[in-house]
């Protein structure tokens, strides 16, 4: 049992590491507002997981390898939702055009900022309807539980493979949100604070493309 949980637990830090619509969302949110909220929004991002892993759990992974078009209706929702989300974000930027980075101004830019981020104010929702946008996340699941979590693996078993990855999970991003949320960075945002939004609002528009053209050019 220890064998299969260091297993599961290591190949899933690997993917918390890779960069996504997550890891950018808590960056800037550490970076522009404060730790506190970066936090909540960690608390969103591990709510979205706590939902995709515990329909992978329960099977449901199986649901989309039968339906494909409920798989990419899912996807296409979810890169529109991370397109609308780059869009509050470049649009906060270019409203701030001109906008000189003092202490006072980069508060300002970073409140219109957090204001215009696609409608959703709260770090919580932010973070859990990011996560939620990517559909991927119960294939990839799914595809951990289907490899090593095999049938003679017990529900205790099971159970403790959940809680361990939803608390490694929140970990990693918390250790995430404390780092950017550092006095230097947030320091060194104030000089930086247009350059920091366009890059998130261009990095999120690419994650929302990169789901609407897949789904797109596996329909034609």
């Given at each position: 049992?220890?064998?299969?949980?260091?297993?599961?637990?290591?190949?899933?830090?690997?993917?918390?590491?890779?960069?996504?619509?997550?890891?950018?969302?808590?960056?800037?949110?550490?970076?522009?507002?404060?730790?506190?909220?970066?936090?909540?929004g960690v608390a969103g991002i591990v709510a979205g997981q706590?939902?995709?892993?515990?329909?992978?759990?329960?099977?449901?992974?199986?649901?989309?390898?039968?339906?494909?078009?409920?798989?990419?209706?899912?996807?296409?929702?979810?890169?529109?939702?991370?397109?609308?989300?780059?869009?509050?974000?470049?649009?906060?930027?270019?409203?701030?055009?001109?906008?000189?980075?003092?202490?006072?101004?980069?508060?300002?830019?970073?409140?219109?900022?957090?204001?215009?981020t696609g409608g959703v104010k709260h770090p919580f929702l932010?973070?859990?309807?990011?996560?939620?946008?990517?559909?991927?996340?119960?294939?990839?699941?799914?595809?951990?539980?289907?490899?090593?979590?095999?049938?003679?693996?017990?529900?205790?078993?099971?159970?403790?493979?959940?809680?361990?990855?939803?608390?490694?999970?929140?970990?990693?991003?918390?250790?995430?949100?404390?780092?950017?949320?550092?006095?230097?960075?947030?320091?060194?945002?104030?000089?930086?604070?247009?350059?920091?939004?366009?890059?998130?609002?261009?990095?999120f528009a690419g994650f929302g493309i990169g789901l609407v053209?897949?789904?797109?050019?596996?329909?034609?």
């Amino acid at each position: 049992m220890l064998a299969l949980l260091g297993s599961i637990l290591v190949i899933h830090l690997f993917a918390l590491m890779s960069p996504g619509p997550d890891f950018v969302f808590v960056t800037r949110t550490a970076i522009v507002e404060s730790r506190a909220r970066a936090i909540l929004g960690v608390a969103g991002i591990v709510a979205g997981q706590i939902i995709w892993s515990g329909l992978s759990l329960l099977g449901l992974d199986i649901l989309f390898q039968e339906f494909a078009g409920l798989q990419k209706i899912i996807a296409f929702a979810g890169g529109c939702y991370l397109l609308w989300m780059a869009f509050g974000i470049l649009r906060s930027v270019w409203m701030t055009r001109g906008v000189k980075p003092s202490a006072e101004k980069a508060e300002a830019h970073a409140d219109a900022s957090s204001d215009k981020t696609g409608g959703v104010k709260h770090p919580f929702l932010y973070g859990f309807f990011t996560n939620l946008a990517n559909p991927k996340a119960l294939v990839y699941f799914g595809s951990i539980f289907s490899t090593f979590v095999t049938p003679d693996v017990d529900a205790s078993a099971r159970l403790l493979l959940f809680v361990t990855m939803t608390v490694e999970a929140f970990l990693w991003f918390a250790a995430v949100a404390l780092l950017f949320g550092s006095g230097p960075l947030r320091e060194g945002y104030r000089r930086i604070a247009r350059a920091i939004d366009a890059v998130t609002g261009v990095l999120f528009a690419g994650f929302g493309i990169g789901l609407v053209v897949s789904v797109l050019r596996n329909e034609a």
